[in-house]
Nanobody, 118 residues
Framework: QVQLVESGGGLVAPGGSLTLSCTAS????????MTWYRQVPGKERELVAS???????NYADFVKGRFACSRDNAENTTSLQMDTLKPDDTAVYYC????????????WGQGTQVTVSS
């Protein structure tokens, strides 16, 4: 059974930091590109960051220099280190997995809420 479980969300003040984690099971994690998305009610889902099996990373412009995506294939996890958080970062953050060569139906986690507020 394929499963992606996000954790680490919560409430943080502007300028603060949070680290999100996504733990995968049920598939060969090391061959999958892992991507973080976020969504706010009433807005379209947007890509935040991704990391390939070779640990090549890609970031949306609005998080570049503030967020860092990493992976640990031994632990079947990907993490998103978020620094200098802004109120506009408030969203539900989702973990996504897709095979780097074959594509196919992506896997999704249930999401974790990040709220940036004083």
């Amino acid at each position: 059974q394929v499963q992606l479980v996000e954790s680490g969300g919560g409430l943080v003040a502007p300028g603060g930091s949070l680290t999100l984690s996504c733990t995968a099971s049920g598939f060969t994690f090391m061959w999958y590109t892992m991507t973080w998305y976020r969504q706010v009610p009433g807005k379209e889902r947007e890509l935040v960051a991704s990391i390939t099996p070779r640990s090549e990373t890609n970031y949306a412009d609005f998080v570049k220099g503030r967020f860092a995506c990493s992976r640990d294939n031994a632990e079947n996890t990907t993490s998103l280190q978020m620094d200098t958080l802004k109120p506009d970062d408030t969203a539900v953050y989702y973990c996504n997995a897709q095979h780097w060569i074959f594509g196919g139906t992506p896997y999704w986690g249930q999401g974790t809420q990040v709220t940036v507020s004083s």
